[in-house]
């Protein structure tokens, strides 16, 4: 089998002896992931889109590797123009349920490097091969099922256009990124995401939504951030959104 980067990077800190040098980082931490595009919106054009993430992770370490375990709060979608919008359900999150993911600590002079495997989501429908196999195109699809249990067929996504035509979207989406960053102290790691997306519209309530959004990622790739920051256990996704501000500082700009 072919090493991966991230074996590659835990025998150099291993060799390096760096591990019994990196901090202790188990616990509760709230994440905030920023995902810039370049977006052709139907009745809009080319706008600069963005979605932003909040998620907790609850971290396990054993030495310079990681263990994961995400729940998501929200995601925000600003579609870069009042003529769209486009709302994500608390159903749609609800229903995401994240397998395991691993990450190593790596230290280098001066700072401590976080690096994480790619992680690869399907939703809305089951993939023998999440990573390469083709997303549905049809509802009919055998591999689409409701994962958000509202009765539609995929997953549901609320959109609005011009104000007037407003109904749900039904989707199938498969997202991949991987996280690296640093150690900024024990409380706070910040990095930048290498990711991708493909959705399919399987449906709509009104034809005018069925129209698929095409989307380029933002050039700079800086733009495309995360924060994560060490919380207690009494933080709700309520309490998230309300130190959101505080949590991203720079990172929305």
Known sequence: ?????????????????????????TGTWAMIQVYPQIAILPMAGEVPRSSMVAQFVEITQSGSVLTMRDTYCFTDVDDGTPLVETVIPEAFMASLV????TAIFVEQTGSVRFEAATYVEVRGAILDDPLS????????????????????????VHVTILGLVEGETYVVQRVSYRLSGTVIDRGRIEGTIEWSDEQVVL?????????DTIGLLDPDPAAHRFVMVRVDESWTCETLRDRLDEIIGDTAS
């Open 203 to 211: 449906g709509a309530t009104n034809a005018l939504l069925e129209a």
């Open 133 to 156: 196999d083709p997303l549905p195109m049809e509802a009919s699809d055998s591999r689409v099922f409701d994962q958000d249990g509202d009765g539609n067929p995929g997953m549901t």
């Open 98 to 101: 994240p397998g395991p993911r």
């Open 1 to 25: 089998m072919k090493p991966t980067a991230l074996t590659l990077l835990l025998a150099l800190a291993i060799s390096c002896g760096a591990i019994a040098e990196l901090p202790d980082l």
